[in-house]
């Protein structure tokens, strides 16, 4: 075969899909999964226009739907040479208020769910002698704002994840990559769980109003997994930071985050 296979999870929509068509622009041929049907028929026109591509539901909640995949790619296209745990949600809110049951939804979702992607799919890999496993994570699994520490526990425990994998699955010629954008422009706050209107709004204005959009985090993402980089961070000043966090004494670094969360706050309560 000569075509190149990937799979990404969520792939109807946000970054998924900005992923997925630039995957399909450079030739690959292209399966997503999702759980919005709708949306993944939408994608999958889109994508059959440039490449070979497939649409799964998938809901990555279940490691069943996950396998089914893998058997499908296998017996269909002969394996997959990239797979991106894409499928995540979004939460905000103070550790006393954001309730357990939130807590659950979201880690069986953001941490499960690339647990499960990993464990089928590092499978199939071994057993074809290849393969890249590609997983979303956040810049807020590197650094810690407040109210977000369900969102932030479940990014920075896919960045651990993939730290333990790289060096797991290098003897199986498997590459990692862990991917830890800022916030950007996308779909993603629609399944936003906040504790309460003003972390809800915070979220929703954060991710709204950012600079970049999906198919700009697609183009130097997908550049950085052509060059099998581990640590992607497409967003500069979110290097920046994180560079900060790395190199500062943390009584530093965590005098500079309230500082910048003060001003915020203030500019929060000024929009009032």
């Known amino acids: ?37 709708g949306r993944g028929a939408e994608a999958l026109a889109e ?11 998938c809901d990555v909640t279940k490691e069943s739907a996950l396998q089914t995949v893998a058997d499908w790619l296998l017996s269909e296209w002969g394996g997959v040479d990239v797979v991106v745990n894409n499928a995540g949600v979004a939460s905000a809110g103070g550790i006393t208020e954001f309730p357990l049951s939130d807590w659950e939804w979201i880690v069986d979702i953001n941490v499960l769910g690339v647990v499960r992607g990993c464990k089928v799919f590092a499978t199939l890999m071994k057993e074809q002698g290849s393969g890249h496993l590609v997983n979303i994570a956040s810049l807020a699994g590197l650094i810690s704002p407040p109210k977000m520490a369900s969102y932030c526990a479940t990014k920075a425990a896919v960045v651990a994840i993939s730290e333990v ?44 109003k950012a600079k970049l959009g999906a198919d700009e985090i697609a183009e130097r993402v997908f550049k950085s997994i052509e060059k099998r980089e581990f640590y992607i ?24 985050m309230l500082k910048q969360t003060n001003r915020m706050m203030s500019k929060r309560d000024a929009r009032k």
């Not at 440039?50 to 649409?55: E, I, Q, V």
């Not at 993603?188 to 309460?196: F, G, H």
């Open 165 to 208: 994998l790289t060096l797991e699955l290098d003897p199986d010629n498997i590459a990692v990559s862990v991917v830890c954008p800022s916030f950007f422009r996308t779909n993603l706050a629609e399944s936003v769980r906040a504790s309460d209107p003003d972390s809800q709004a915070a979220t929703q204005r954060l991710v709204n």
């Open 233 to 256: 961070l497409p967003h500069p000043e979110g290097r920046k930071i994180w560079r900060l966090k790395r190199w500062l004494p943390f009584p530093q670094f965590r005098a500079m």
């Open 1 to 37: 075969m000569s075509a190149k296979r990937v799979f990404i999870t969520g792939g109807a929509s946000g970054l998924g899909r900005a992923l997925a068509n630039r995957f399909a622009d450079a030739g690959y041929w292209v399966c997503i999964g999702d759980v919005d049907d």
């Open 47 to 57: 994508l059959q226009a440039k490449t070979t591509a497939h649409y799964c539901n």
